[in-house]
């Protein structure tokens, strides 16, 4: 099983630039989870979705910050203009069903907005 | 609000030594807790996952604890290893409809030979 697949595992981009981050689920896995990490305010949920549907994103910071999942297989979270508070890990997690299954995380985009 | 407090925030210990973290939570209604292991520039890796019901489940040398009564549980870790350096997650389930869970700030745990 190759696990929770992102890219880019590192970028660097200007403020008001648009970032797209995008994500691999774990194949048979329907639910999905977009977290940021930060040293401040450590791991925050962004958003969930459920067979491909946003169930919960009250944690999108702003309009800014925008999330789909056009697949089971395929998600991306996009922010446009990025500014230097975005910086941070942005990590996309998987698992099987609604509740008290494992989640498996990606290892990660490490973003940086200068 | 819902809340989850971990202690102590750094650790140090020799290789061989045994550990004990520590998670409070406020989180209510409580579906699960979990304890998560994260290398640095790595993602999370799930060690346990225990529901209301259980008080106990162990992986290898790890060993985690729960008090649902007073919203507690801790993670021992047996024999430590180099390789056990890393932070430590304890994360809580909010009964909702879906696994809406709130992060510890983590534990950084450094093992030095």
């Known amino acids: 099983d190759a696990g929770v697949i992102q890219s880019p595992r590192h970028e660097v981009t200007e403020m008001g630039q648009e970032v797209t981050l995008r994500c691999k689920p774990i194949s048979g896995h329907n639910s999905l989870f977009w977290y940021r990490q930060t040293m401040m305010r450590g791991l925050e949920l962004l958003i969930y979705?459920?067979?491909?549907?946003?169930?919960?994103d009250s944690g999108m910071p702003e309009d800014r910050f925008s999330a789909k999942m056009p697949n089971a297989s395929f998600s991306t979270l996009k922010i446009q203009p990025s500014e230097p508070r975005d910086s941070a890990v942005y990590f996309c997690?998987?698992?099987?069903?609604?509740?008290?299954?494992?989640?498996?995380f990606g290892e990660g985009s490490w973003l940086t907005v200068v | 609000k819902n809340q989850v407090e971990q202690s102590p925030q750094s650790l140090i210990i020799l290789e061989g030594k045994n550990c004990t973290l520590q998670?409070?939570?406020?989180?209510?209604?409580?579906?699960?807790l979990r304890w998560y292991k994260q290398d640095t520039g790595r993602g999370p890796v799930s060690l346990t996952i225990m529901t209301f019901s259980e008080n106990t489940k162990s992986n290898g040398r790890y060993t985690a604890t729960l008090d649902a009564d007073t919203k507690q549980s801790s993670l021992h870790i047996t024999a430590s290893q180099l390789s056990d350096s890393a932070s430590y997650i304890c994360?809580?389930?909010?009964?909702?409809?879906?696994?809406?869970?709130?992060f510890g700030p983590g534990t950084s745990l450094s093992v030095i030979p």
């Open positions: 994360v809580v389930s909010e009964k909702t409809s879906y696994d809406k869970v709130i």
């Open positions: 997690a998987s698992s099987l069903g609604d509740d008290g299954n494992t989640i498996y």
């Open positions: 998670c409070n939570y406020t989180v209510s209604p409580f579906s699960n």
């Open positions: 979705f459920n067979n491909n549907v946003p169930i919960d």
